[in-house]
């Protein structure tokens, strides 16, 4: 019993620590080169091709949430 809280525990702080890592990552990859873009929102539009991986791997990490065992084959 008390392995399997252990490693709930884990899951859940691996999770978590994605989560923050993509969602960080994939924000700075979308405002990085956005000015140099353009203005505005045109500028984030046009590059999300610089976020796209990271904005893959928050899917990702989204999806090992609610199928444990296909999302950490992908992770």
Known sequence: MNKIKIANSL????VATL??????????ALLSGAEQAGDGIKGIILNIPNALPWLILLAVVVLAQ????LGGILI
């Not at 989560?19 to 700075?28: G, Y």
């Not at 609610?66 to 065992?69: A, H, I, K, N, Y």
């Open 11 to 14: 899951r859940s702080f691996s």
């Open 19 to 28: 989560l923050i890592i993509s969602i960080t990552f994939s924000v700075f």
């Open 66 to 69: 609610r199928e444990q065992l």
